[in-house]
């Protein structure tokens, strides 16, 4: 059954104590005990006989057993239908303060009364004896509730929830940004906006709020991805026209501090004609159809005041091939100047292998600054860009992915792909390695949705494996195995 008439409720308690049980302090960890737990999307998969219903599949640390969620699961409203697609985003924050993370999951093909793709984004509580144990969950739609999301009506193809980026701000502030990138505003068509949550401020954001770069035109497809750190969230707009070039695309930055127009305040847009980036606009370039943001503290300041953001620019044509795609990193300064600081791609000098017909280099981009409070360096913050088009000899679509440090020169990059520096298996077709990446201060993990059913799973490669050769243990977590059932689909498209 479609959704209808769901409550939005209060998504952040900016005076909830700890809950009994819960310790904070650890990324994903929805029972609060101190050990990291993991989430990892099957969103193709069958659920009570829907195909590509979807479901998300929950790994608690510690070993401390596994659990489902999917619409009707609890804690989850709804019920499984046909090509919902549920979690084919994940993001996950502390969002009523309690302690233990909460789990946001993107159903952005759920359809909403008669609004086929209208989309949903269920918000599923953690809590000591697991997710949705303890406080009701919240399932967004839009058209009810408050603020921005209850003053949008919900729409055939409007994707609400394709994206998803959530955590805290630099004030200890949980918030919520979702993206909505097939809105239309007015008669523009997949113009596309996204909805800021964060305690008092639920607000609307599209490129004709005062002060955005640009303005809605058709397709331009705003909050087709997006990215957020403690300062700053960004915001993908593939879509956009530049020029006559369409689907060149933009980046918007905007601050966590609102305005007095009490949205958070734009920062900066650009393109890849903006003054500061290399390259030119070009049709189907996709520029911002992947990004990743990290905090960055710079030598002299007192705390992490800056952002360093990837741009993913996966439909970019090197002279070596037609859809390479390269990524450009960006630092964000507190004053809101932003200056780009890499130009990656695999025509570059340095970067491995060669830049051919559909690599896609930059389809999928994860990031992490393992010491946030420290002053950044190249061993602390690392980018991690999937390839999934890569074909390696004859295998093609094997995919791979490629290690870069976000300060200081790239250097070599480090490459990873299927039986090299501990991640089993071997390289076959269609198997698209780098669609599913997750990097947190100590792992990189890689998902393998595809390919041979043995070598399906998420893959955890120590940093020390790939910086510097080393020889640690590669956790694997795959259907069948650790009482996960054995049934699977795309496990591990999505990890958090």
């Known amino acids: 059954m479609a959704l209808c008439g769901l409550s939005l409720g209060a998504l952040s308690g900016s005076t909830a104590a700890a809950a009994s049980g819960c310790t904070a302090g650890t990324d994903s960890d929805f029972n609060g005990d101190g050990i990291r737990d993991m989430a990892i999307a099957d969103p193709e998969a069958t659920v009570a006989g829907?195909?590509?219903?979807?479901?998300?599949?929950?790994?608690?640390?510690?070993?401390?057993?596994?659990?489902?969620?999917?619409?009707?699961?609890?804690g989850?409203?709804?019920?499984?239908?046909?090509?919902?697609?549920?979690?084919?985003?994940?993001?996950?924050?502390?969002?009523?303060?309690d302690g233990?993370?909460?789990?946001?999951?993107?159903?952005?093909?759920?359809?909403?009364?008669?609004?086929?793709?209208?989309?949903?984004?269920?918000?599923?509580?953690?809590?000591?004896?697991?997710?949705?144990?303890?406080?009701?969950?919240?399932?967004?739609?839009?058209?009810?509730?408050?603020?921005?999301?209850?003053?949008s009506a919900p729409e055939g193809g409007d994707w609400f929830g394709f994206s998803l980026a959530a955590g805290a701000t630099a004030g200890g502030e949980p918030y919520l940004v979702i993206g909505v990138p097939g809105e239309d505003l007015g008669t523009t068509r997949d113009s596309?906006?996204?909805?800021?949550?964060?305690?008092?401020?639920?607000?609307?954001?599209?490129?004709?709020?005062?002060?955005?770069?640009?303005?809605?035109?058709?397709?331009d497809r705003f909050g087709y991805s997006l990215a957020g750190s403690p300062r700053h969230v960004a915001i993908g707009t593939p879509g956009e026209a530049i020029g006559a070039?369409?689907?060149?695309?933009?980046?918007q930055v905007v601050a966590h501090q609102l305005n007095s127009d009490g949205v958070p305040a734009p920062v900066i847009g650009f393109d890849q004609d903006s003054p500061g980036i290399n390259g030119v606009a070009e049709a189907d370039d996709r520029f911002g159809g992947s990004?990743?943001?990290?905090?960055?503290?710079?030598?002299?300041?007192?705390?992490?005041?800056?952002?360093?953001?990837?741009i993913g620019s996966p439909g970019e044509d090197l002279t070596s091939g037609k859809d390479a795609g390269r990524v450009i990193l960006a630092h964000i300064r507190a004053s809101g100047a932003m200056s780009q600081t890499a130009d990656i791609s695999q025509d570059v000098s340095g970067v491995l292998g060669a830049g051919e017909n559909g690599d896609f280099f930059g389809q999928t981009l994860t990031a992490v600054n393992a010491k946030p409070k420290s002053v950044g360096s190249a061993s602390t913050m690392l980018l991690a860009v999937g390839i999934p088009g890569e074909d390696l000899a004859d295998n093609v679509d094997a995919g791979a992915v490629q290690v870069f440090p976000m300060?200081?020169?790239?250097?070599?990059?480090?490459?990873?792909?299927?039986?090299?520096?501990?991640?089993?298996?071997?390289?076959?077709?269609?198997?698209?390695?780098?669609?599913?990446?997750?990097?947190?201060?100590?792992?990189?993990?890689?998902?393998?949705?595809?390919?041979?059913?043995?070598?399906?799973?998420?893959?955890?490669?120590?940093?020390?494996?790939i910086l510097s050769d080393g020889t640690g243990a590669v956790t694997a977590t795959r259907p069948g195995e650790g009482g996960l059932p054995a049934e699977q689909t795309s496990f591990g498209a999505v990890i958090r």
């Open 50 to 74: 829907q195909a590509e219903a979807g479901l998300v599949r929950v790994v608690y640390g510690g070993g401390k057993g596994t659990a489902e969620v999917h619409q009707g699961s609890k």
């Open 76 to 97: 989850v409203t709804g019920g499984p239908e046909a090509d919902d697609k549920f979690g084919h985003t994940l993001a996950v924050y502390d969002g009523n303060k």
């Open 100 to 151: 233990c993370s909460d789990l946001v999951v993107g159903v952005p093909y759920e359809g909403v009364g008669a609004e086929a793709e209208a989309g949903a984004v269920h918000v599923i509580y953690g809590a000591p004896a697991g997710l949705g144990e303890g406080p009701a969950g919240i399932s967004l739609i839009q058209g009810t509730g408050t603020g921005g999301i209850a003053g």
């Open 192 to 219: 596309g906006v996204i909805h800021y949550v964060r305690r008092e401020s639920n607000v609307t954001i599209h490129q004709d709020v005062a002060g955005m770069a640009g303005v809605p035109e058709e397709n």
């Open 245 to 251: 070039e369409q689907f060149s695309g933009g980046v």
């Open 291 to 310: 990004l990743a943001m990290v905090p960055y503290r710079p030598s002299g300041a007192s705390a992490a005041t800056d952002s360093i953001l990837a």
């Open 407 to 465: 300060t200081g020169p790239i250097g070599d990059g480090r490459w990873i792909q299927q039986g090299e520096l501990g991640l089993p298996g071997v390289a076959g077709p269609g198997q698209y390695v780098g669609t599913g990446l997750l990097a947190t201060a100590d792992r990189l993990y890689l998902g393998q949705p595809y390919g041979p059913t043995a070598q399906r799973g998420v893959y955890g490669l120590p940093w020390a494996n």
